[in-house]
């Protein structure tokens, strides 16, 4: 009797040695395998190391990592804007109210928001579809944005950026099995959270191509060959848009909207209009026709049907303020019942961040003429645009020098998506260890210069062709710096592997 504590002691050892974990590659979620998101991908983990390399005293033929890989304003020098930050530092510590430090229009919006706070602080929960006085907002800055076309406040979900919206409209349709299964249409190349958000919730991806030859353009004609496609083997019921584009920088003509509006009106699809970047326009004629105007414009037949949710973000644009995860999506001719349900799908997270929805209010209830921050306002904001739409050409013009890369113009959003011509023994070594040929090329990249960029295969591309993704957004100097560095070392690839 002594010795059976020893042995039920012996026993658990041995049961707690033998015991398998609960959770194991093999028991997870096979979706979220299945899960691959290039902009924060296997590069990106290496210019990390890197950096930590160089910190340590790690000699290397450079002296920074420049990352150039992700629409990160503020982390490439972009300065906020005074009357946003201002209007946030009196939410974040309203004592400041009580001073003259603040300009009046800047006390006045942070005592509105403050007002719709509980507790009048914006460390308390929100409305789970956002502050009703911000969604009041969003609505009159929409309905100013697209002419005086009414916009209602029930129909806008102040949302974590853009993303956080996307992924709850792609969750409300996603059903079915096998050839019932849903199909959502995205173009190639795409920005590839919408990649990742379909393989997370088992959806079937359909891709359709734009046209690089074109700039990029979106023509019908593939929508509907890539549809029909699809039809064998799903149920296609979205179409997602990017406009300006991302990565590929176009920026849509007022005609290709109406088209695809016609399209899914035709094809009874439910429209994803993901318009983050409607701000950044720099080419000489070309402009932002929100889908939402376009299709109120074409009339009741098309108004009063289409299905349509839209998607904006304060991250983009003249703001740059990723940190704060403000955001809106704006629902048109949704069901009713299926709106109880979105509403009670938002409910579950509680509510998106409140200091993001104090930034987003302030975005679209700026300074106004007369005001006394109107001026600084109107001056930072053009500058950052100004400054942007020079460096977009900048980048175009520089890359058409090099042999080897052509650059479609960047007409809009914050990137360059340029093609490569890859000597044949660099896709024969790339293939050898396992790398698509450009992450091979981005890769060696980073390893001898520094720079960080994503390769065009994360973002989906056609078959034999190679491109990376590279932002617009460091400072001119770094910016071209940069560029002369992609220059020297694709120009040393091309010997190296020829």
């Given at each position: 009797q002594q010795c059976q504590p020893a042995l039920w002691k012996m026993t658990e050892n041995c049961f707690m040695h033998h015991r398998t974990k609960v959770l194991t590659i093999d028991t997870m979620n096979p979706n979220v395998k299945k899960v691959e998101y290039a902009v924060r991908g296997p590069i990106v983990q290496r210019a990390v190391q890197i950096e930590k390399e160089l910190k340590a005293g790690a000699k290397k033929p450079f002296s920074e990592v420049i990352r150039a890989n992700i629409g990160d304003a503020h982390a490439m020098g972009q300065r906020p804007i005074t009357f946003f930050r201002q209007v946030l530092a009196l939410c974040s510590y309203p004592e400041l109210l009580e001073g003259n430090e603040f300009p009046e229009d800047a006390k006045e919006r942070a005592r509105r928001i403050l007002q719709a706070c509980g507790g009048g602080s914006i460390g308390a929960y929100s409305a789970s579809q956002g502050i009703e006085c911000v969604r009041q907002d969003v609505a009159r800055y929409i309905q100013e944005r697209d002419g005086g076309i009414p916009c209602n406040p029930d129909n806008i979900y102040l949302s974590t950026g853009a993303s956080d919206a996307i992924v709850t409209i792609l969750k409300l349709l996603v059903c079915g099995e096998g050839r019932n299964r849903t199909g959502v249409m995205i173009p190639i190349p795409q920005y590839p959270l919408y990649s990742a958000a379909l393989a997370d919730l088992g959806a079937v991806q359909i891709e359709y191509y734009l046209d690089e030859e074109n700039c990029w353009s979106l023509d019908v004609s593939e929508l509907r060959r890539a549809l029909v496609a699809a039809q064998q083997h799903c149920s296609p019921r979205a179409l997602c848009i990017i406009n300006p584009g991302n990565p590929t920088g176009q920026v849509q003509s007022r005609q290709c909207i109406e088209d695809v509006i016609r399209f899914a009106a035709e094809e009874h699809l439910f429209l994803m209009a993901d318009e983050v970047y409607q701000d950044n326009v720099y080419a000489e004629g070309c402009e932002f026709h929100s889908f939402k105007k376009v299709l109120f414009e074409m009339g009741p037949e098309y108004s009063d049907t289409v299905e349509l949710v839209s998607f904006h973000s304060t991250s983009k644009c003249y703001m740059g303020e990723c940190g704060f995860r403000g955001g809106y999506m704006e629902v048109i001719n949704?069901?009713?019942?299926?709106?109880?349900?979105?509403?009670?799908?938002?409910?579950?997270?509680?509510?998106?961040?409140?200091?993001?929805?104090?930034?987003?209010?302030?975005?679209?209830?700026?300074?106004?003429?007369?005001?006394?921050?109107?001026?600084?306002?109107?001056?930072?904001?053009?500058?950052?645009?100004?400054?942007?739409?020079?460096?977009?050409?900048?980048?175009?013009?520089?890359?058409?020098?090099?042999?080897?890369?052509?650059?479609?113009?960047?007409?809009?959003?914050?990137?360059?998506?340029?093609r490569i011509s890859l000597p044949e023994r660099a896709i024969q070594q790339a293939k050898e260890k396992g790398q698509a040929p450009d992450m091979f090329y981005c890769m060696k990249l980073l390893e001898e210069t520094g720079i960080c960029l994503v390769p065009g295969s994360g973002f989906g591309q056609r078959e034999g062709t190679y491109h990376f993704r590279m932002t617009i957004l460091p400072p001119t100097d770094k910016l071209k710096i940069v560029l002369e560095k992609v220059k020297q070392f694709h120009q040393s690839f091309t010997q190296q592997y020829s």
């Open positions: 949704m069901d009713p019942d299926v709106k109880v349900q979105l509403t009670k799908l938002v409910s579950v997270r509680l509510c998106p961040p409140v200091p993001g929805q104090a930034l987003l209010d302030v975005v679209v209830n700026p300074p106004r003429p007369g005001e006394p921050s109107f001026n600084t306002y109107i001056k930072e904001r053009t500058s950052t645009l100004q400054v942007l739409a020079e460096k977009a050409w900048l980048t175009e013009e520089v890359f058409n020098t090099v042999p080897g890369i052509t650059c479609n113009p960047v007409q809009g959003a914050m990137y360059s998506f340029p």
